[in-house]
């Protein structure tokens, strides 16, 4: 598992560059690696990205709440937004390190971080001290974009982190 997910990582990054917008630094792997994705044009699949291994994955249609009807998960590969990060850390860091868990699950492994860096994740919802309630994540790009699998009917894709509603905070692994 481990091997395949650095093979992998390396074959992201092989093209990841030359579709990074490129400041004055290099951007940081994790967002070389979603940039990559995101050229992809993979579509988000509810429950998508949640496989014994990380990466597109057929979703499902328990607890979707969707407006596409009927849901289309169980007959689509694709991400859902945690299955994004989970695949994105994964190649990242050359193992599973999130799990195949949802959004909830994923937070709880993770720290807050007041001044967040490139790479780092976003969550939406309410992150208490004895409960976790969030429904989003993205990957924190810089200048408040992030990258994200957003809903049924769309692809990844970079989106303004102000437009989605109920801000939680940036978390580091």
Not at 8 to 18: C, N, Y
Not at 129 to 153: C, D, F, I, Q
Request: aromatic share 8%; charged share 20%; hydrophobic share 35%.
């Amino acid at each position: 598992m481990r091997r395949r997910l650095a093979v992998a990582a390396a074959l992201l990054l092989l093209t990841a560059t030359a579709s990074v917008p490129l400041g004055l630094s290099m951007p940081p792997l994790i967002v070389r690696i979603a940039y990559e994705i995101e050229q992809r044009g993979i579509v988000y699949s509810w429950g998508g990205g949640h496989g014994a291994s990380p990466g597109p994955s057929k979703g499902t249609c328990r607890g979707y709440q969707g407006r596409i009807k009927p849901c289309p998960a169980a007959r689509t590969r694709g991400l859902d937004c945690s299955g994004f990060a989970r695949w994105v850390y994964a190649l990242a860091h050359g193992e599973d390190v999130l799990g195949p868990g949802n959004t909830d699950d994923h937070v709880r492994k993770m720290r807050r971080v007041s001044s967040p860096r490139p790479g780092d994740l976003v969550f939406f919802g309410k992150i208490g001290k004895r409960s976790v309630r969030t429904h989003h994540v993205g990957v924190y790009l810089g200048g408040g974009k992030m990258m994200n699998a957003p809903e049924t009917g769309a692809v990844v894709r970079v989106d303004e982190i102000g437009r989605k509603k109920g801000f939680a905070g940036y978390y580091r692994y």
